[in-house]
T-cell receptor, first 112, second 115 residues
Framework: RKEVEQDPGPFNVPEGATVAFNCTYS??????FFWYRQDCRKEPKLLMS???SGNEDGRFTAQLNRASQYISLLIRDSKLSDSATYLC?????????????FGKGTHLIIQP | ETGVTQTPRHLVMGMTNKKSLKCEQH?????MYWYKQSAKKPLELMFVYNFKEQTENNSVPSRFSPECPNSSHLFLHLHTLQPEDSALYLCASSQGTGSSYNEQFFGPGTRLTVL
């Protein structure tokens, strides 16, 4: 299994819809998980951190399923401004304890 | 946002040049990181520093040489690079290391082109 794997994109979603995508990880001992948002030619920006079963922040909900080793990101009432690439990141994979291992990202396009 | 700054933002260099990338964080963090982002590949961790000490080197070629003089500054010295080293180089910082302190915040990156 790849260390951090994300749903392939792009996801084309109409404005106002709910969209969800998953991220699977290989290290069952991982304790923390992160979702970043990256706009074209910009740096990743931290969107959500997950340390227990999940986290919610406004329209965004992240859920952790330890048994199946995946985390999901749910976006409700999607806005045009949500169009971006969403990166999943997990520390402690690939031999290192501190650096993050990133997935390739899921490209989301919100259509008017 | 000016939490993590990087200079230069763009750099074009020949394979025989020597250049340095600079990163500065204004967040009072203790850990700093270098990542590489190439087209169609995920972000790759290069180096980790915690309290100025290097704690991870992710099998990076020696033509990349990091330097961390203090917890606020991080450099990446470049020499005899190859065209395949062209990428976006991102610096990040976090309060510390370990699962409770590992929220990492990124600078805007240096887009490097090696001719």
């Amino acid at each position: 299994r790849k260390e951090v794997e994300q749903d392939p994109g792009p996801f084309n979603v109409p404005e106002g819809a709910t969209v969800a995508f998953n991220c699977t990880y290989s290290n069952s001992a991982s304790q923390s998980f992160f979702w970043y948002r990256q706009d074209c030619r910009k740096e990743p920006k931290l969107l959500m951190s997950v340390y227990s079963s999940g986290n919610e922040d406004g329209r965004f909900t992240a859920q952790l399923n330890r048994a199946s080793q995946y985390i999901s990101l749910l976006i409700r009432d999607s806005k045009l401004s949500d169009s971006a690439t969403y990166l999943c990141a997990v520390p402690g994979i690939g031999g290192g304890a501190d650096g993050l291992t990133f997935g390739k990202g899921t490209h989301l396009i919100i259509q008017p | 946002e000016t939490g993590v700054t990087q200079t230069p933002r763009h750099l074009v260099m020949g394979m025989t040049n020597k250049k340095s990338l600079k990163c500065e964080q204004h967040l009072g963090h203790n850990a700093m990181y270098w990542y590489k982002q190439s087209a169609k590949k995920p972000l790759e961790l290069m180096f980790v520093y915690n309290f100025k000490e290097q704690t991870e080197n992710n099998s990076v070629p020696s033509r990349f040489s990091p330097e961390c003089p203090n917890s606020s500054h991080l450099f990446l010295h470049l020499h005899t690079l190859q065209p395949e080293d062209s990428a976006l180089y991102l610096c990040a910082s976090s309060q510390g290391t370990g699962s409770s302190y590992n929220e990492q915040f990124f600078g805007p990156g240096t887009r490097l082109t090696v001719l």
